[in-house]
């Protein structure tokens, strides 16, 4: 063991340890009641840091050149091997201190991995200092935000391009039924004949609105306020650093990030993220009223809608024989209520940041990268497992349309609203097809006319 102290006292550190000791307390402090912090974001702040330390030294801030060299060789080691230094970063990722474990855990690895690249001894901070050196011009006000930032903007990338797939199969799906006519219902009711062409088609269009708003959103991210410092003053930082680092942040994440035009509001305010949560919230309730139709749609197999066959994924039932249950949809529908609940904390999170810092960034960040992941497997499970598979049961279609009374409603026109409600209420009493009551109202020509497919679409 290595001894470490900070203005609290002395900790005992394993010596081969890259850590130090606010990584001891952090890790005493917060019970591992969740995940450790995100690889991701760990991976995206290494990235801060090494952008921070290049700007730092075209700034001029070490006498010594060794000292920038080594944190920014450390942070593009650990960034290359990350695998092999993952559990020097294991915290809890809800907790307190607005970051600051994080941050504080981040500069003591750089800065350890530094002092081994100068041929020092782990916790010689005489080298290279967590605090004066690894954080210099900074601080865990702005760059645990940036490093959040980069890391939703990666999630929201991967969920967006699976979405995109997503709505290409419904449009395939759209083009390959798309005079397959089916009854529409509403509240649950009989309505007018469509075809499962449009129906697919209008997931396609729901769909797209998400992504849209997926991009807004993340489009929202890449203004980062990274130069804030504490509360977003920039005290501690020079002109000189301040003109660069969001160049080489740029130059690092390959990204068109820019710098807050107010910083104090960069630092304090997190409506961006409630932004985000709210494209998720959106695009998770979609995809459960999406789901929650397919299920009913494919009810059955005898005594249901049965018009849709949905793919047989597993066996459904312990105890009785042959059941299927339609378990993709289910776990979508279960994803959705999950990323609807973390809304619900991430508003709350946002709404109780007081003053000049929110507090609470962390539940948000664990629970938008939660979402994010959620969203992207369940929506790659609903297409490769549910959505390629499925096929439309068409004779099943043909027999409801041709055996329902509410086909009527397109001979409103020629008959008159009371007029089609007497046959429509004869026909549901008698169970007999509209056309044997219509009598001589109208030729057979003017019927099969008015009761077409083509009848229920006006373009």
């Known amino acids: 063991m290595r001894k470490e102290h900070d203005s609290l006292g002395i900790q005992s550190v394993p010596q081969t340890a890259y850590y130090g000791i606010h990584t001891v307390r952090a890790r005493g402090n917060f019970p591992a009641v969740s995940s450790v912090n995100d690889r991701e974001l760990i991976k995206n702040f290494l990235r801060v840091k090494l952008a921070c330390a290049r700007a730092n030294q075209k700034a001029g801030r070490w006498d010594d050149e060794r000292v920038p060299m080594a944190i920014a060789k450390a942070c593009q080691d650990l960034l290359a091997h990350f695998e092999e230094y993952e559990d020097e970063f294991a915290i809890p990722a809800i907790q307190g201190g607005a970051g600051t474990s994080t941050n504080m855990n981040v500069n003591e690895v750089i800065a350890n991995r530094a002092i081994e690249l100068l041929d020092g001894q782990k916790g010689d901070y005489r080298l290279v200092n967590p605090n004066d050196d690894v954080n210099k011009s900074q601080s865990t006000n702005d760059t645990y935000p940036t490093a959040g930032h980069l890391t939703m903007i990666q999630l929201t990338d991967r969920l967006s391009l699976t979405l995109k797939k997503v709505i290409a199969t419904l449009k395939q799906l759209a083009e390959k039924y798309q005079a397959t006519l089916k009854m529409g219902r509403t509240q649950l009711e009989d309505a007018i004949p469509t075809t499962f062409g449009r129906s697919f088609h209008a997931y396609a269009s729901l769909l797209e609105r998400d992504f849209k708003r997926l991009k807004a959103a993340r489009d929202q991210l890449l203004t980062v306020p990274l130069g804030g410092t504490a509360i977003g003053t920039s005290l501690t930082a020079t002109h000189e650093y301040l003109e660069n680092v969001i160049a080489e942040l740029q130059n690092v994440t390959l990204l068109p990030v820019k710098g807050c035009e107010d910083l104090i509001d960069g630092v304090q305010n997190t409506d961006e993220y409630v932004q985000l949560s709210g494209a998720y919230k959106s695009l998770a309730v979609d995809l459960s009223k999406m789901c929650n139709d397919l299920r009913l749609l494919g009810s059955g197999p005898q005594n249901g809608l049965g018009e849709l066959n949905l793919p047989q994924r597993q066996a459904g039932s312990s105890i009785m024989p042959g059941k299927v249950n339609p378990v993709i949809p289910e776990f979508v529908t279960q994803t959705a209520y999950q990323v609807i609940g973390h809304d619900a904390t991430i508003t709350m999170a946002a709404e109780a940041g007081q003053l000049e810092l929110n507090a609470f960034e962390p539940v948000m960040f664990f629970d938008l990268f939660d979402d994010a992941r959620l969203l992207n497997g369940a929506l790659q499970t609903l297409n490769e497992n549910c959505l390629m598979g499925i096929t439309v049961n068409v004779e099943r279609c043909r027999q409801m349309v041709e055996s329902s009374a509410e086909a009527a409603t397109a001979l409103s026109p020629l008959l008159g609203y009371e007029t089609v409600s007497h046959l429509v209420k004869k026909a ?32």
């Open 428 to 459: 549901l009493k008698e169970q007999r097809p509209i056309r044997e009551l219509v009598g001589d109202r109208l030729t057979t020509a003017e019927l099969d006319q008015a009761l077409a497919p083509t009848a229920f679409f006006v373009k």
